[in-house]
Every structure is written in structure tokens, then in C-alpha cells.
């Protein structure tokens, strides 16, 4: 295993393209990023670490309250809610949204931004948020 990652040194099988345009995909808002209950758009960007893929739960396998248990609970970061944007959504700022499963939570996927800079990051994060928002906090 990879030192801190829980990811397995074998080559990882291919990540698996979303298809259902409308399956949710949960993301967990840490507090500093809420204001007056509404996320900012720092919530729907990928930071440096996440090296242009943003780690989301996938709704076809697992609910709100599960994604943020497992964040919480399991996990052990900090969480405001759950929002969440479908993959058609995605698609029509047009990021792909692919499934990630990892050993420890096989409900992971992400939304890539890998081919984007920063300030075009930055665009379709705010148009992510736009429909989060629209669409309200999941859980709790």
C-alpha cells in the first residue's frame, strides 16, 4: 500500500466515465467555505492536492447522510453538509465526472479538472456551485 493514501501500489483499473446524467454527486463543504448557509465556490474547485480531480461521493451507491458519515465518522474531517450537482450538470460546463472507487470507500469518484487552469477552474466552480446551490444542502 501507498504510505497515507490507503491506495494499493498495483495498477489501479481504469477510471469508469459516469453515464447516468442524472445521479447526484455528493460533496462535502468544510465550515470555513459557508457563509449564511451557502457554500462558496472554493467548495466545487479541486485545491493543489487534489491535482485536478474533485473527490465526490457518487448517488447512485450511497445517500447524503452516507457520504456525510463516512466523511465525518469514518473519515474523521470536518463537514457543514452535503451539496450536491447531478453529472449532467457537470456536462454542461462540460467536466466529465468519472467513478474512483478506492478500497475504503467504493462510492468515490470525482469531477475532472485536469485539463483546465485556474482561473477557467475557477469559472466552472462557480457554475457548479450555481446548481448546489439551487439545489440546496442534502444533510444534515
Do not use: C, N
Not at 15 to 26: K, M, S, T, W
Not at 32 to 45: K, L, M, N
Not at 83 to 88: E, K, Q, S
Request: charged share 30%; net charge negative; no cysteine.
Amino acid at each position: 500500500m501507498t504510505e497515507g493514501t490507503g491506495e494499493e501500489d498495483s495498477p489501479a483499473a481504469p477510471d469508469v466515465r459516469l453515464e447516468d446524467v442524472g445521479e447526484l454527486l455528493y460533496r462535502q463543504v468544510h465550515p470555513t467555505w459557508v457563509e449564511d448557509g451557502v457554500p462558496s465556490s472554493q467548495a466545487f474547485a479541486p485545491t493543489r492536492k487534489d491535482k485536478g480531480k474533485l473527490s465526490i461521493a457518487r448517488g447512485r451507491l450511497v445517500t447524503a447522510e452516507d457520504a456525510y458519515r463516512h466523511y465525518t465518522d469514518v473519515l474523521g474531517l470536518s463537514s457543514a453538509g452535503t451539496w450536491a450537482v447531478m453529472v449532467g450538470e457537470a456536462r454542461t460546463t462540460t467536466l466529465e465526472s468519472f467513478a474512483e472507487p478506492l478500497h475504503d470507500d467504493p462510492a468515490h469518484g470525482y469531477i475532472d479538472f485536469r485539463e483546465l487552469g485556474r482561473r477557467e477552474s475557477e469559472r466552472r466552480a462557480k457554475l457548479l456551485l450555481s446548481h448546489a446551490v439551487d439545489r440546496g444542502r442534502l444533510h444534515p
